[in-house]
């Protein structure tokens, strides 16, 4: 059993920077890991994943704009966001993945952007 926090959310203007960490109790070091979001009245969506390998994939809507990276001697993931809008408002969840998509979750942190 991983369990995860997030941390490093908050309230920012649009165009400003936040980033959010991601600490599990154990290693991370074979699990793939990553990042979703959710909206009030919206689905869960990914927002960026890394791999093992360090291979990580994005959705359209923050490339560019997000970069997710990984520290396994601190068991931590992170997720740098840029240029924040609007629309990035959401609770963001960190994930701990297998082969078959995300086993474990964190409980959340909420990203707040204002117009």
């Given amino acids: ?12 203007q649009a165009g400003g920077s936040l980033r959010l960490s991601c600490t599990a109790s154990g ?12 909206a009030p009245g919206k689905q869960r969506e990914m927002v960026a994943r890394i791999s093992t390998g360090d291979w990580t994939n994005y959705a359209d ?19 740098q966001m840029n240029s924040l809008k609007p629309e990035d ?6 994930s701990a993945e297998s082969a078959y998509g995300p086993d474990y979750w964190g409980q959340g942190t909420q990203v707040t952007v204002s117009s």
């Fill in 1 to 12: 059993q991983v369990q995860l926090v997030e941390s490093g959310g908050g309230l920012v």
């Fill in 27 to 38: 290693s991370i070091l074979m699990n793939g890991m990553g990042w979703y979001r959710q």
């Fill in 61 to 79: 809507s923050v490339k560019g704009r997000f970069t997710i990276s990984r520290d396994n001697a601190k068991n931590t993931v992170y997720l």
């Fill in 89 to 94: 408002t959401a609770v963001y969840y960190c």
